[in-house]
């Protein structure tokens, strides 16, 4: 059974809820983790992650995972995202041809740092990529995950960057409806 529940509200007229155009956002864990994903994409709950497909599985050609982790009560400044990304990477285990520069992300309330990698598909023999992002504010720590047709890259480019532009960690709503 999934942990994760797929719930649609009607919003309150007065809510403080506020997409780009074309976009929805997300709610993970009450608002542990919210972002803007694009309106026409498909939400799949699975048992430890929430999926995001740019069409119905398996006619996809992008899927963005989340998943979101709570780490004990610590300061976690000493630790760098970075570090933790490199070895998230080391630890994939198709054949990585490469990889990207690691990009780090700094505003008040969030850190995330984040890299991509390029492969060969080993189903459909075809240029692949997938890009893995952790973030974190306090004890809060989403791994962030998009693989990728190459191709499609231009197009996963616009929507990973409203994802991270949009992320916010730790902003728990009691009402849905209001925001």
């Not at 956002?25 to 498909?42: H, Y």
């Not at 198709?94 to 390029?118: C, K, S, T, V, Y």
Request: aromatic share 8%; with cysteine.
């Amino acid at each position: 059974m999934a942990r994760w529940k797929n719930n649609v509200f009607k919003l309150h007229p007065q809510h403080r809820w506020t997409a780009r155009p074309g976009y929805r956002i997300l709610v993970a864990d009450k608002g542990a983790v919210r972002f803007n994903f694009p309106q026409s994409w498909v939400l799949v709950p699975d048992k430890a992650s929430i999926q995001l497909y740019d069409r119905q599985p398996p006619h996809d050609d992008c899927r963005l995972e989340v998943s979101v982790m709570y780490l004990p009560e610590r300061d976690w400044s000493g630790l760098p995202l970075a570090r933790l990304v490199e070895e998230v990477a080391d630890g994939d285990t198709r054949d990585i041809l490469g990889r990207g520069e690691m990009h780090e992300i700094r505003r008040p309330n969030l850190e995330a740092a984040w890299l991509e990698m390029r492969f060969i598909d080993p189903g459909e023999q075809r240029a692949a990529r997938s890009r893995v992002c952790l973030a974190r504010r306090d004890t809060i720590q989403p791994l962030i995950t998009c693989d990728f047709w190459a191709d499609d890259a231009p197009r996963v480019e616009k929507v990973w960057h409203e994802v991270l532009r949009s992320l916010t960690l730790g902003e728990y709503v009691d009402d849905p409806t209001r925001g």
